[in-house]
């Protein structure tokens, strides 16, 4: 019975979780709804079909499109073009650039003084002041039609772009997660991840600067110098490993001291300054994207999936475990306890380092002060995401709905214009919240 | 249990969806989602402004005016803080870009690093404007940049240097920042000064003795004018690059009974540095105008989208502010 219990609780508590996210996306995605401006190419047929029912003559109409230097404009003026030229309406010019290039357009105009019916912009070109009072400033221009497409309402969040964009902002914390979770199931702490981020971001763009001949390295030069990142944050994530087996020192002292060290290094390396003399390519990590997903996104899901497996199926994912609930009983059933905490805090390291990777690829430079606090962010996204600091128990997904949930709630009170102040306040208490919710479970846990 | 954490979750739901929309009404800029009544004429869009920090009061002028000036204007403005994070300050440029906002106020976290935020901002077509920290990655377009004049201000410092130690000059010591270019800038304008005064002045001479990071914050300012006054006891002046460096050098002279003996001249003008000048704490301060800067940055976006020429950088200059300013300053207690 008492399985069968323990077993439910456990479902409902990383159901509970799940439930916690889908809550907040559902209030954020009503919560953001505003006027949505239809843009690229839907939104130049749809303002090509009110320009057309406009002038239903069609020729000699005369039209003026107005656009930003964008893609996506780029996209509405050519399908706005084409859809009203097919109508026999003459496009004049298209303007793709800053209000100033529209000024020297309508001067042009009016100085020429041939025909303008309609100036058709886009979304944002719409709100121009250069085209206030037009009848004023160019009385040529007096009887021109500014058009712009109808607006409709929709969710800001639930826009592909801001989903994409909430997958890329978490990879970095959620890879750190990785580790993280490992290190906290066995009822340690890893204090110097953050500072691992900026110490193998500065490695990797300083030897990319330095030795690889910085703007022009190739590509295998690029993934050396990153291994070389990654590779000194394991070596740092095992030295804290060992101190924390040989000597037995409390792995939150351990890992502040190396915190304080790895951040001093990072400053010495970098000299304090950013390094940024790097390729172009060198961001196709951090902001590239595979068949239109962020591919620092699916390196994160490949990960997650990796350790997923790693700690559920092979033997020393349960060691992991074994440790956590109870290191003493674990080393008597012949569990090397040791090698588990030194295996945890080297994937710690390694992950931390990979992190750094991936912010130095979407930033494309290289900063000692990378990384500030992170580790705060990292251990509260495990703590949220069901894994107790006591140690034993926690699942690499539930770390993952815990990033999510940290990052659904920052880009959600970002959208909704939230003070930052209010904010710091909203995630505080969010993460008391989740804890109280893990001392809860393990009470009830205790008592049935 | 079931009961226990569902109701925790209630509680935190009411906790997450009790503050938010507090935050959303402020951002209802278009009609339909304002209450009647308070609708600008006409909303010409939002502005994204991301700032350094708004723990520094400097940079909290910054947004309340640039928020206000830009309402005259019909632009509404959405107010972030990087709080020294670049990656966080990133993403919140993607944020700003996913709003759809018309234009990009920053004051950079890093000069460099946040060249790639921009450049996506350029991608989307968006005008970025940079306020009191200049962006110096050369692949990033900024349409202008609004700052205070360092170099000047600096040699307004190094007038007052002067004019607080008179005739008979004597050694002095700067406390600098030196990885933040205005501070750089500040003390390039103060030297000038000082060696323009110092040549053929065979008496009288202000000697440059030391130069030590005060690192723009009262407790690095402390430490650091504690070490100077060991290695010259006899020191006459101190020129810290901000108000936080100078109250901190303030602070050791005061522990080690020198306060009256030694002249401080500070920068930036915040209220407790203003404050400190009545009290004849610090000598005087070239003060910064963040109100003004903000007024210039609305009035170049306005002018951006009037499709007027508007210049690379503006500049607004210090004026140097003393005692007897301050004795008439009433905004002091």
Not at chain 1, 258 to 279: D, E, H, R, T, W
Not at chain 2, 168 to 182: H, P, T, Y
Not at chain 2, 205 to 226: F, H, N, Q
């Amino acid at each position: 019975m008492t399985v069968n219990r323990s077993l439910l609780a456990r479902l409902l508590a990383d159901y509970g979780i799940v439930l916690a996210l889908l809550a907040l996306c559902i209030y954020f995605s009503l919560a953001t709804v505003s006027e949505q401006q239809p843009a690229g190419a839907p939104g130049g047929s749809q303002l090509a079909r009110e320009i057309i029912r406009a002038y239903p003559e069609g020729k000699g109409t005369v039209a003026l499109i107005v656009v930003r230097d964008s893609r996506e404009d780029a996209e509405f003026a050519s399908a706005l073009r084409a859809e009203i030229e097919n109508k026999g309406i003459r496009v004049a010019a298209v303007v793709a650039g800053q209000p100033s290039n529209a000024r020297a357009e309508l001067q042009r105009f009016s100085k020429s003084s041939s025909r303008l019916d309609v100036i058709a912009c886009g979304q944002a070109t719409a709100t121009w002041t250069v085209f206030d009072n037009l009848a004023q400033r160019y009385p040529q221009l007096a009887d021109v039609r500014i058009m712009s497409p109808k607006p409709y309402r929709g969710s800001n969040f639930l826009k592909p772009d801001n989903l994409l964009n909430i997958a890329n902002q978490i990879a970095v914390i959620a890879i750190l997660a990785i580790g993280m979770t490992m290190v906290i199931v066995t009822g340690g702490i890893d204090l110097s991840v953050g500072s691992l981020i900026a110490l193998s971001a500065v490695t990797a763009t300083v030897l990319l600067r330095d030795m690889a001949g910085a703007e022009r390295a190739g590509t295998a030069a690029m993934l050396g110098c990153s291994v070389a990142g990654i590779a000194i944050c394991g070596g740092v994530g095992l030295f804290s490993g060992l101190m924390i087996t040989l000597f037995r020192i409390p792995a939150f002292i351990v890992t502040l001291a190396v915190m304080l060290v790895a951040n001093g290094l990072a400053f010495i390396l970098a000299k304090g300054q950013s390094a940024y003399q790097i390729p172009d390519s060198y961001v196709w990590l951090g902001r590239g994207a595979v068949l239109g997903l962020p591919v620092a996104a699916l390196l994160m899901a490949a990960l997650y999936v990796v350790a997923h497996i790693f700690m559920s199926r092979t033997q020393m994912g349960r060691h992991i475990y074994a440790v956590g609930s109870n290191p003493e009983a674990a080393r008597l059933a012949g569990v090397p306890v040791n090698k588990v905490l030194r295996l945890v805090y080297l994937v710690s390291g390694l992950t931390a380092g990979l992190g750094g990777i991936v912010m130095a690829s979407q930033l494309k430079s290289g900063s000692p002060t990378y990384g500030v606090m992170y580790e705060l962010y990292v251990i509260a996204a495990v703590v949220v995401g069901g894994t107790s600091l006591s140690g034993g128990q926690g699942k690499v997904f539930g770390t993952l709905i815990g990033v999510l949930i940290i990052a659904v709630i920052q880009n959600g009170m970002n959208l909704t214009g939230v003070e930052s102040y209010t904010q710091k306040v909203v995630l505080g208490l969010v993460i008391l919240g989740a804890v109280l919710v893990d001392r809860l479970k393990q009470s009830a846990w205790n008592s049935g | 249990m079931k009961r226990t954490a569902s109701s925790v979750l209630v509680a935190l739901s009411l906790v997450i969806f009790g503050c938010a929309p507090e935050g959303t009404s402020k951002t209802g800029g278009t009609p339909s989602s304002t209450p009647i009544g308070v609708t600008p004429p006409e909303s010409k869009g939002k502005i994204g402004l991301s700032v350094l920090t708004l723990t520094n009061p400097f940079f909290k002028v910054i947004a309340d005016t640039l928020t206000a000036e830009a309402k005259e204007h019909g632009y509404e403005v959405i107010v972030v803080s990087g709080e020294f994070d670049v990656a966080k300050q990133q993403n919140q440029v993607k944020d700003f870009i996913v709003q759809k906002v018309v234009a990009i106020v920053l004051t950079p976290c890093d000069s460099k690093s946040i060249g790639t935020a921009i450049k996506e901002a350029n991608d989307a077509g968006i005008p970025v404007f940079t306020a009191d920290i200049a962006c110096l990655s050369p692949d990033a377009k900024v349409v202008s940049h609004i700052a205070t004049d360092n170099l000047s201000g600096g040699r307004e410092a190094g007038n007052a240097m002067k004019e607080a130690l008179g005739e008979a000059g004597g050694k002095i010591a700067i406390l600098d920042f030196n990885v933040v270019e205005s501070c750089i800038q500040r003390v390039k304008g103060f030297r000038e000064v000082i060696d323009a005064h110092n040549v053929g002045k065979p008496k009288g001479k202000i000697d440059i003795v030391t130069v030590l990071p005060g690192g723009g914050a009262k407790d690095m300012g402390y430490k650091a004018a504690e070490d100077a006054l060991q290695a010259h006891p006899d020191l006459a002046g101190i020129f810290a690059i901000n108000d936080p460096s100078a109250l901190g050098a303030r602070a050791a002279l005061e522990k080690a009974g020198k306060a009256d003996k030694v002249r401080i001249i500070g920068f930036d003008g915040q209220p407790e540095g203003k404050q400190a000048i009545k009290d004849g704490k610090i000598y005087a301060d070239p003060v910064q105008f963040p109100d003004k800067i903000a007024i210039e940055t609305v009035h170049a976006i306005v002018k951006h989208f009037a499709g007027e020429e508007v210049p690379k950088e503006l500049l607004v200059p210090t004026s140097l502010y003393r005692k007897e300013d301050a004795m008439k300053d009433s905004s002091l207690k």
